[in-house]
């Protein structure tokens, strides 16, 4: 059997190509999308004033790039791609466990950014076509969903599936038209609020919420664990990009000029706008696409809609279709390519109810960021540790895509990591079933559920250890082929 395709295959040296700036313009790029402009805004409704906001956004994403530089590091030196460097720790067959959990994450974050982009489509249509708002309703109240949204998601999801159906290269002139015309709409966004609050005073002198110290650090630590859950898909799929790096100080260089710089303004202008919005509206409106429908100029409403929309169609194929799209071929190379990866995709995107997720900022931050980030950073830790710790970062590439070397392990997985990872999860388990509502919370200790505001952390060091520990233990017996000793 094939454990290759041209999605997988080893980058040859004068294809790495990619150098500091690259890198710092790719994150500049990945950064300025709607989600992030919610992420720092969501905190603001969440009780914390700017500062608290920002600094919060910044202090998430300078932890993320260290996991992102150091599982970078391997696809710049060896230029594989994400789920061939898991079959290292995980297994040849084993490695589409992290694959799949990995791909599963990017289609959620396809839904979310769909509905962004239809809902933005939507804001602007109704101006034309005020009848699209009052349509009769034709879903279940359960699924929480109006009729002309849920049309608008539906065409917007379609050109997503289009783009697809084109090819990757039909995606430049998009990323060209978001470098450009997302900043302008962002400053412009920015500039209103400055002229509707009568300058930055107001706004940045209103204070938080929290009423004591307690509250503030009870909202704080889940709010952290959601920043870093924002970026935790890239921080372990990063070798998709680093593969192509002419060197290891391009990526990490690139990567830290790029990602906590360029979010931290971003999600600035997002502090500031959404906290204009209570000065001007009198309640905050996190969301910027619901702000720009509150304009008076149609034409203006327009322009902003359409620059969400292309942006946020960028953002998804670039995001959210390439990765999934590697991962779901890892499952079968010889049958899956970009084109079938991205529809599996776009209709797992639709499932999650993405409409949901962001209907308030507590489930964006609690139910969806921190909830996946318990699935991703066990992953991280078990790859750091296997390959900078036990493997001291040297790899026999060539076993990687054969059945007959040491990365085979039992029947191609690796059951230490599996373990491993199932252990890193199961202690925030009791958490996300009492933040979902499964579970009374009364009926689980504080201390247990409580961990789940710290579910990347826990998953990533307990996951980590444990892969340490078991892979000591059993290198000589259970690894004959490893370079690992026990």
């Given at each position: 059997m094939s454990y290759t395709n041209e999605d997988l295959a080893i980058v040859p040296q004068e294809k790495r190509t990619w150098g500091v700036w690259n890198y710092a313009a790719l994150w500049i790029s990945m950064s300025l999308c709607i989600p992030t402009y919610m992420l720092a805004s969501s905190l603001i409704e969440g009780g914390m004033n700017w500062w608290q906001a920002i600094l919060t956004v910044f202090i998430g994403n300078a932890i993320v790039l260290v996991p992102m530089v150091l599982n970078g590091h391997a696809g710049a030196r060896y230029g594989i791609p994400f789920p061939v460097f898991a079959r290292a720790s995980f297994g040849i067959l084993?490695?589409?466990?992290?694959?799949?959990?990995?791909?599963?994450?990017?289609?959620?974050?396809?839904?979310?950014?769909?509905?962004?982009?239809?809902?933005?489509?939507?804001?602007?249509?109704?101006?034309?076509?005020?009848?699209?708002?009052?349509?009769?309703?034709?879903?279940?109240?359960?699924?929480?969903?109006?009729?002309?949204?849920?049309?608008t998601f539906f065409l917007f999801?379609?050109?997503?599936?289009?783009?697809?159906?084109?090819?990757?290269?039909?995606?430049?002139?998009?990323?060209?038209?978001?470098?450009?015309?997302?900043?302008?709409?962002?400053?412009?966004?920015?500039?209103?609020?400055?002229?509707?609050?009568?300058?930055?005073?107001?706004?940045?002198?209103?204070?938080?919420?929290?009423?004591?110290?307690?509250?503030?650090?009870?909202?704080?630590?889940?709010?952290?664990?959601?920043?870093?859950?924002?970026?935790?898909?890239?921080?372990?799929?990063?070798?998709?990009?680093?593969?192509?790096?002419?060197?290891?100080?391009?990526?990490?260089?690139?990567?830290?000029?790029?990602?906590?710089?360029?979010?931290?303004?971003?999600?600035?202008?997002?502090?500031?706008?959404?906290?204009?919005?209570?000065?001007?509206?009198?309640?905050?409106?996190?969301?910027?696409?619901?702000?720009?429908?509150?304009?008076?100029?149609?034409?203006?409403?327009?322009?902003?809609?359409?620059?969400?929309?292309?942006?946020?169609?960028?953002?998804?194929?670039?995001?959210?279709i390439v990765s999934p799209a590697n991962d779901f071929s890892n499952l079968a190379p010889e049958k899956i390519d970009f084109k079938k990866g991205g529809y599996i995709t776009g209709v797992l995107g639709v499932l999650i109810f993405p409409w949901k997720l962001l209907a308030d900022p507590t489930g964006y931050i609690f139910t969806w960021l921190i909830a996946y980030s318990s699935l991703l950073g066990p992953i991280g830790g078990i790859l750091i540790v296997d390959y900078f710790i036990l493997r001291k970062q040297e790899l026999h590439v060539e076993e990687l895509y054969s059945a007959n070397g040491r990365y085979w392990y039992g029947n191609g997985f690796n059951h230490v990591a599996i373990i491993a990872l199932l252990l890193g999860i199961l202690p925030n388990v009791p958490g996300f079933l009492t933040t979902i509502h499964l579970v009374p919370k009364e009926s689980v200790p504080e201390f247990i559920s409580g961990l789940y505001h710290y579910a990347w952390f826990v998953g990533f060091f307990v996951s980590g250890l444990v892969y340490y520990g078991f892979s000591r233990a059993t290198a000589k017996s259970q690894y004959p082929h490893s370079t690992v000793q026990a």
């Open positions: 084993g490695a589409n466990i992290p694959a799949l959990l990995r791909a599963i994450v990017a289609c959620g974050w396809f839904g979310i950014q769909t509905w962004i982009g239809g809902f933005a489509l939507f804001q602007m249509l109704k101006i034309w076509i005020p009848g699209l708002a009052t349509l009769p309703a034709i879903f279940p109240v359960a699924f929480g969903l109006e009729t002309g949204p849920a049309l999801w379609c050109l997503n599936m289009f783009v697809v159906y084109k090819g990757i290269d039909s995606i430049r002139k998009l990323l060209l038209f978001k470098a450009v015309f997302l900043p302008i709409a962002a400053f412009a966004l920015l500039g209103w609020a400055l002229v509707a609050a009568k300058g930055l005073g107001p706004i940045l002198s209103q204070p938080s919420k929290f009423s004591d110290s307690s509250q503030f650090w009870n909202f704080f630590f889940p709010a952290l664990t959601g920043m870093v859950g924002f970026w935790a898909t890239l921080s372990l799929n990063i070798p998709d990009f680093t593969r192509y790096a002419v060197s290891q100080r391009a990526q990490i260089l690139g990567q830290a000029i790029g990602l906590p710089p360029s979010m931290t303004a971003f999600a600035f202008i997002g502090v500031v706008v959404t906290s204009a919005t209570a000065i001007v509206y009198g309640s905050l409106i996190w969301d910027p696409v619901v702000l720009a429908g509150k304009f008076d100029s149609p034409v203006l409403v327009s322009f902003a809609m359409i620059s969400v929309l292309i942006s946020t169609l960028a953002t998804n194929i670039a995001a959210n």
